[in-house]
């Protein structure tokens, strides 16, 4: 009678799991190319800008139409490092009156085109501050507004000078809420305002968006009687605000306008820009 050698049957096993593992694999692999949003690269500390997560997380729609009477607004940009080397004179030759450039970023990033930024756009005219983009999860908030203040982010009563930002946003590095909870993330934000205001003797002006908000902060309304609302949503309209805030103070309505991307309408004529800046 024939022996059947078990080597041989092993070796048969081997061969069909391995054909049944492959497309599996492939599998995997085809799904991952098909939705890049599964494993984004993370990208380097210091990187961050302004509503980098805006599309990603709320989407875009048709930029607002021209102006109406029941709507005045005056134009302005935000820019940081990721800009480069900016077209100042481009951007105010095309109506562009007041800008915010990136300052620092957590207790560890100064922006290293912040001088080229800040004055070539204070040189054609235009009033302009400065932003901070926050990292709860590294910090204290008393301690980036610190940071904040000691790299570019002061305010002087000069009438070209706009009040500092906390650009309060997805955490581009990690967890949305950056590991807080929704009253962890409102006593940060306290602490950094706080401080601010110590240091400069102004409120600081809240960027965020509406979905952001509502997920980190529980929506909270903490803030809507003493910070001006900078309210980030690419569409036709600004949409639902933050809980308080009657209405919004800048609204960041694109992020593929011309020269620099970022744009903004400030809601009001240019006094209102200029009052901002008094304080």
């Known amino acids: 009678?024939?022996?059947?050698?078990?080597?041989?049957?092993?070796?048969?096993?081997?061969?069909?799991a391995l054909a049944l593992l492959l497309p599996l694999g492939l599998s995997g692999t085809a799904t991952a190319a098909q939705d890049p949003g599964a494993r984004q690269a993370i990208p380097p500390r210091g990187s961050a800008y302004m509503g980098m997560g805006v599309i990603a997380h709320d989407g875009q729609g048709a930029k607002p139409g021209g102006f109406s009477t029941l709507a005045t607004w005056t134009e302005?940009?935000?820019?940081?490092?990721?800009?480069?080397?900016?077209?100042?004179?481009?951007?105010?030759?095309s109506?562009?009156?007041?800008?915010?450039?990136?300052?620092?970023?957590?207790?560890?990033?100064?922006?290293?085109?912040?001088t080229q930024q800040y004055t070539g756009s204070y040189n054609v005219g235009m009033i302009r501050g400065t932003y901070h983009f926050a990292t709860p999860d590294t910090t204290s908030g008393a301690a980036q507004a610190d940071y904040f203040v000691n790299n570019g982010g002061g305010w002087s009563r000069d009438g070209k000078t706009l009040p500092g930002v906390l650009d309060i946003e997805w955490n581009p590095y990690g967890a949305t809420c950056y590991g807080k909870t929704a009253s962890g993330m409102v006593a940060w934000i306290q602490d950094f305002v706080n401080?601010?205001?110590?240091?400069?003797?102004?409120?600081?002006?809240?960027?965020?968006?509406?979905?952001?908000?509502?997920?980190?902060?529980?929506?909270?309304?903490?803030?809507?009687?003493t910070n001006p609302l900078w309210i980030a949503r690419y569409a036709s309209e600004v949409g639902e605000l933050p809980a308080g805030?009657?209405?919004?103070?800048?609204?960041?309505?694109?992020?593929?306008?011309?020269?620099v991307g970022d744009h903004n309408h400030f809601n009001g004529?240019?006094?209102?820009?200029?009052?901002?800046?008094n304080g």
């Not at 009678?1 to 069909?16: E, K, P």
């Not at 004529?269 to 800046?277: E, G, H, K, T």
């Open 269 to 277: 004529d240019y006094s209102r820009v200029q009052a901002l800046a």
């Open 195 to 225: 401080r601010y205001k110590y240091r400069t003797g102004r409120d600081p002006v809240i960027y965020t968006a509406t979905s952001w908000w509502k997920q980190c902060t529980g929506n909270s309304a903490a803030f809507s009687t």
């Open 1 to 16: 009678m024939r022996v059947h050698r078990s080597g041989t049957t092993l070796a048969g096993v081997a061969l069909a």
């Open 76 to 93: 302005g940009v935000d820019v940081s490092s990721h800009n480069g080397n900016v077209a100042w004179s481009t951007l105010w030759n």
């Open 245 to 259: 805030w009657p209405y919004y103070t800048i609204w960041q309505y694109t992020s593929s306008g011309p020269t």
């Open 95 to 114: 109506g562009v009156k007041w800008a915010y450039v990136k300052a620092t970023e957590g207790t560890y990033y100064k922006n290293t085109y912040f």
